[in-house]
């Protein structure tokens, strides 16, 4: 089976013995990551190597989480040269990354291209009524709902987060338009591609740190067959244009121990 689970934040024991724990079904069993693994490049590395031994094949996507820099972050890498390091680890561990060739899944519902993406957020998924990113963001120091991204996420070498979010953009549309036009994909993103799952954040202003607008008809045009995605910490199921949405984020201790099951694996191929 394709699986897939996001935000393992690793940095609370409790979620790292949630990792221990995990193990494939069987064998042939694929593990799709939709980023917040954890920030330090030693969590990033220790909760990839521990599942893509266990996994036939390990496919990951960043979060914002894997790209903050701490001030006691001994790495101290900063934006893009800090993504390119755990791009390089990852290569390293046999663990696919953005950066390489998408694989195919020619397991039981396949065959589907799966495309790990790395896109970011530009703020335009604003408060209703507010037409300005400036306005949007003054609205959320207002509310006290501000993402720890503004202070510990770096877009070195971009000039800001939406201008790093913008080359992504740009990059990764031409490499999804380039594909086998017969074949559907599996999208995984840390963010839903379309802006509605984002609709019942309990902090509708913090949608600006969840998504761009740009992606808004991605599932239709490169032919989703399932959007994967987390970040949010509200994991469920839903449909937008008839594909099939999969938020899968564990989240932190605090909000996992409340949910009457524990986290688990979802199932994205074949479709349950
Ligand atoms: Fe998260
Ligand atoms: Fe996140």
Not at 62 to 81: I, K, V, Y
Not at 203 to 216: I, K, L, N, R, S
Request: net charge negative; aromatic share 10%.
């Amino acid at each position: 089976m394709l699986l897939a689970l996001s935000d393992l934040h690793v940095s609370y024991t409790e979620n790292r013995k949630l990792v221990e724990l995990l193990r494939p079904g069987s064998d042939d069993d694929w593990l799709l990551i939709a980023g917040d693994v954890g920030e330090s490049i030693d969590d990033i590395v220790w909760a990839l190597d521990t599942l893509r031994r266990r996994f036939a094949k390990v496919v990951w996507a960043p979060g914002n989480h894997e790209l903050w820099t701490r001030r006691d972050d001994a790495s101290a890498l900063r934006g893009e040269a800090k993504y390119s390091r755990i791009v390089e680890l990852c290569q390293a561990m046999g663990v696919l990354t953005p950066e390489d060739p998408y694989p195919v899944w020619r397991g039981p519902g396949g065959p589907a291209v799966i495309a790990p993406l790395f896109l970011l957020y530009d703020y335009t998924f604003r408060p209703d009524g507010v037409t300005t990113q400036e306005a949007a963001l003054a609205q959320a120091y207002k509310e006290g709902v501000v993402c720890t991204d503004e202070f510990l996420l770096h877009p070195d070498p971009y000039p800001t987060r939406e201008a790093w979010c913008r080359a992504r953009l740009a990059a990764t549309e031409q490499r999804l338009a380039a594909l086998d036009p017969e074949l559907p994909t599996v999208l995984v993103n840390h963010y839903p591609l379309v802006r509605e799952p984002t609709r019942i954040l309990r902090y509708p202003v913090f949608a600006q740190w969840c998504g761009t607008e740009h992606t808004a008809d991605w599932h239709l045009r490169f032919r989703a067959a399932v959007a994967v995605y987390g970040h949010l910490h509200i994991p469920r199921t839903t449909y937008h244009d008839g594909v099939r949405f999969e938020e899968v984020s564990v989240g932190y201790p605090r909000e996992w121990q409340k949910r009457p099951a524990p986290p688990a694996l979802r199932q994205i191929l074949p479709t349950p």
